[in-house]
């Protein structure tokens, strides 16, 4: 399965459409809702603009949500989307999802008229929503995964399918489905990250004091995510600062001075809340952003650069000694 590219932080705005039934489960959609909005925020701050704009549609006005509040004012199914756009399906209360009401099979047949092959449009599924989905024939030869208590319902509804037990998430673009409740989050930060940059979610999930995993594929934490599992705000603040300017010439005492503490405070703060040295975090930075330089066409003296190392003899240093294969002009990924 490919993963997308990264786009720009800056490329057109994205319309993310929540489609709430009654009963829907309140965390699915407002636990992946908030990190868009932090998203958002975190772009702001850096002078851009907002990525997405939070659309809830339905086939009615209202819906009795999972926890007894009625949420009012909701769109009707627009006749045709937006590009590019994102559509969320969400779980629902009970041991199964009756598919037989009203609303549900209007909603179902808004789902069937998805072009998602021909546009720029994408599902995403939070736990039970993967069974809707199914139930609107969009699971056909894709891989996907559900809650475990759905998991045999999701087989049931879909038969073509390829179920996947036992995961956080799935991504078979353009269709990506979580496991449920909070793994709704953790799919959609991985959205943020491929799509905004591996800085802004980091920042997303710091905001909302979540841990930090990777895609489903991918078996090491991005350099970019890692160590941020605290809840420091000083070390925050240097990691932020490093992470979005990690060609500045930072040395142990400009660190130190963001955190507004002593070079050998933070050192100690780094090393019992992050578990790395300070300097350490710094180089593995630099040789993320010099590996995604490599892989974006630079050649070695510009991504050396590009990442705040001081010559290609540095970055070659920083490569082997970091443990990665190959060498910078020819990554292990790549080589024969």
């Known amino acids: 399965m490919n993963r997308p590219e990264p786009t720009n932080a800056a490329s057109a705005p994205i319309e993310v459409l929540f489609a709430l039934l009654p009963n829907s489960l309140a965390l699915d959609w407002?636990?992946?809702?908030?990190?868009?909005?932090?998203?958002?925020?975190?772009?702001?701050?850096?002078?851009?603009?907002?990525?997405?704009?939070?659309?809830?549609?339905?086939?009615?006005?209202?819906?009795?949500?999972?926890?007894?509040?009625?949420?009012?004012?909701?769109?009707?199914?627009?006749?045709?989307?937006?590009?590019?756009?994102?559509?969320?399906?969400?779980?629902?209360?009970?041991?199964?999802?009756?598919?037989?009401?009203?609303?549900?099979?209007?909603?179902?047949?808004?789902?069937?008229?998805?072009?998602?092959?021909?546009?720029?449009l994408e599902l995403v599924t939070v736990c039970a929503g993967a069974v809707l989905a199914a139930h609107a024939g969009l699971l056909a030869r894709r891989h996907a995964t559900t809650h475990h208590q759905h998991l045999a319902e999701l087989q049931a509804a879909e038969p073509a399918c390829q179920v996947v037990e036992n995961r956080v998430f799935v991504e078979d673009a353009p269709i990506y489905s979580s496991a449920g409740v909070t793994t709704g989050i953790d799919l959609m930060l991985h959205r943020i990250a491929q799509t905004c940059g591996e800085v802004i979610a980091a920042q997303v999930a710091q905001t909302m004091v979540v841990a930090l995993r990777r895609g489903p594929q991918d078996p090491e934490l991005s350099p970019f995510l890692a160590y941020r599992n605290h809840l420091h705000p000083a070390l925050h603040r240097v990691q932020d600062a490093v992470c979005t300017?990690?060609?500045?010439?930072?040395?142990?005492?400009?660190?130190?001075?963001?955190?507004?503490?002593?070079?050998?405070?933070?050192?100690?703060?780094?090393?019992?809340?992050?578990?790395?040295?300070?300097?350490?975090?710094?180089?593995?930075?630099?040789?993320?952003?010099?590996?995604?330089?490599?892989?974006?066409?630079?050649?070695?003296?510009?991504?050396?650069?590009?990442?705040?190392?001081?010559?290609?003899?540095?970055?070659?240093?920083?490569?082997?000694?970091?443990?990665?294969?190959?060498?910078?002009?020819?990554?292990?990924?790549?080589?024969?």
């Open 30 to 120: 407002a636990g992946p809702a908030e990190a868009l909005r932090i998203a958002n925020q975190a772009l702001q701050a850096q002078g851009l603009p907002p990525r997405f704009v939070l659309r809830f549609v339905g086939p009615g006005v209202e819906a009795v949500s999972s926890v007894g509040l009625t949420l009012s004012g909701l769109e009707p199914l627009p006749d045709s989307l937006p590009e590019p756009a994102w559509v969320v399906l969400v779980g629902q209360r009970g041991a199964t999802i009756p598919v037989d009401s009203e609303a549900t099979q209007t909603l179902l047949h808004w789902l069937r008229g998805l072009r998602l092959q021909t546009s720029r």
């Open 245 to 336: 300017q990690p060609a500045s010439s930072w040395h142990l005492a400009s660190m130190a001075a963001v955190a507004c503490t002593s070079p050998r405070h933070l050192t100690r703060l780094f090393m019992e809340h992050a578990r790395i040295a300070p300097l350490q975090y710094l180089r593995r930075i630099r040789l993320a952003v010099a590996q995604t330089a490599l892989q974006s066409g630079h050649n070695v003296t510009q991504a050396a650069a590009l990442a705040g190392f001081s010559s290609d003899t540095q970055l070659r240093r920083a490569w082997h000694q970091l443990g990665e294969g190959g060498t910078p002009s020819q990554p292990m990924s790549i080589q024969k």
